[in-house]
């Protein structure tokens, strides 16, 4: 019996030795990580943020169709956008789709006449300008290369004529060239030529029924959604014309947009209607491929009656040949910008019910108030707080502490140097 009781005591005795050694490699180990934990630190960038809406739109216009007065080939004297009285000829139709040719051969001569003229106004000042021709033209080609791999093609001719534009201005620039008097003339010559021909055909003239912003594409919108509507505009008719489907449309040669002024309308819910008010300016992007962004005015919110969504109509006032094609389609809303000083959520601290972030000095850390202008969730935008002294005031590229490697956060705590000098770094912005 008394043998039993010293084996069971021996048992317990290798048992609590174990227990105790685990329990000091345990200890040991969380030792070593925690001495092996690094101060990290993030560089302080500038940074922009927008708030936006995304939704579905309706574009308003004042637009008169144009009637197609005979058949053949239309050949068009402006192009979409350009401005037009009233009477004038916009197109006329020819029997001979020579003609259409003759037309087109025309308008290359043009624009390659153009950039020769243009090209020659540089010669006075032959060496002054080739800096920023040259850099102008890297631009250009790299735009074009951009649209190239985006499988973008609207608008690549221009970009093509205005590069060489830049080249033929170079070219006088450096004297690789003296004149292009001779080639000019030819190309005149070619033009008046070629205007005799085609005004011996001359065809059936098409002329604007009323003055504005001439348009080639009818989309059988314009009476449909016409700016007219929107006066005595009720919530449940606007939703009525969210399902009107366009009207055919025959014999028409294009439209005339009677103004500059035109008006966009989304549908929102409340919580978003909120967030705009009247007179307020915004931008619209339609995503277009040059990424441009149409200025516009909130002047109406027209909500339903119980007041659970209302439609915004904004006021817009630029006219451009993309503009022109947009009738329903999504866009981006932006209301407000905020520009500031970004830096990572997780370096945010409150001391005293104060923001800020404690940022590594040298070797001293300091505790810098910070007023928040947004927060987006994985990262802040701030400006420094108002009234801080110089040596606690936020600047770019100040070194925000974002993991702490164990040392207590307080305003004045010194690093010896061989702690600093293990610190890790990135950028806020990566």
């Not at 995304?54 to 068009?76: K, L, N």
């Not at 055919?248 to 294009?254: D, E, I, L, P, Q």
């Not at 927060?375 to 993991?403: A, M, W, Y």
């Amino acid at each position: 019996m008394a043998g039993y009781q010293r084996g069971k005591n021996k048992n317990v005795q290798i048992v609590a030795v174990v227990l105790a050694m685990m329990l000091i490699l345990y200890l040991v180990s969380q030792l070593w990580g925690f001495a092996n934990i690094k101060m990290r630190t993030e560089q302080v960038v500038e940074d922009t943020v927008y708030d936006f809406v995304r939704a579905d739109a309706m574009v308003f216009r004042s637009e008169e169709i144009i009637p197609q007065v005979a058949s053949g080939v239309t050949v068009y004297n402006y192009a979409d956008g350009e401005e037009v009285a009233k009477d004038q000829e916009v197109a006329a139709v020819y029997q001979d789709k020579t003609v259409s040719m003759v037309n087109n051969q025309i308008d290359q001569l043009q624009k390659e006449l153009k950039s020769l003229q243009d090209a020659q106004t540089v010669k006075a000042t032959r060496y002054s300008a080739i800096t920023n021709l040259s850099s102008e033209i890297n631009d250009q080609a790299g735009k074009i290369v951009d649209a190239c791999a985006d499988g973008v093609v609207e608008g690549i001719s221009d970009q093509k004529d205005s590069l060489v534009s830049m080249l033929n201005r170079k070219k006088i620039a450096l004297g690789e060239e003296d004149t292009f008097a001779d080639r000019i003339y030819e190309l005149q010559s070619e033009i008046s030529y070629l205007e005799q021909t085609k005004e011996g055909e001359k065809g059936v003239s098409i002329t604007a029924p009323a003055a504005g912003y001439f348009c080639k594409e009818v989309d059988g919108y314009e009476s449909v959604l016409s700016a007219d509507l929107l006066e005595d505009m009720t919530y449940e008719q606007y939703q009525q014309l969210e399902s009107a489907s366009a009207q055919t449309v025959t014999n028409a040669a294009g439209k005339i947009i009677k103004t500059h002024v035109w008006y966009l309308a989304v549908d929102l819910d409340q919580e978003e209607v909120q967030k705009f008010e009247l007179d307020a300016k915004v931008k619209l992007d339609f995503h277009f491929a040059n990424g441009q962004t149409s200025s516009a005015t909130v002047v109406n919110i027209i909500p339903d009656e119980q007041h659970k969504n209302a439609v915004v109509i904004f006021e817009c006032k630029d006219i451009n040949e993309q503009l022109l094609g947009v009738r329903k389609q999504s866009v981006d809303i932006t209301f407000t910008t905020y520009s500031g000083l970004r830096i990572s959520a997780s370096a945010l601290y409150h001391e005293q019910n104060i923001p800020g972030v404690y940022v590594l000095d040298k070797t001293t850390i300091r505790f810098k108030p910070i007023e928040i202008l947004k927060d987006q969730g994985s990262f802040i935008l701030c400006e420094p707080k108002q009234g801080t002294d110089e040596e606690h005031t936020l600047n770019r590229l100040d070194l925000v502490i974002v993991e702490s490697g164990g040392v207590s956060m307080r305003d004045g705590t010194t690093l010896d140097e061989d702690m600093v000098k293990g610190v890790e770094s990135s950028n806020a912005g990566s």
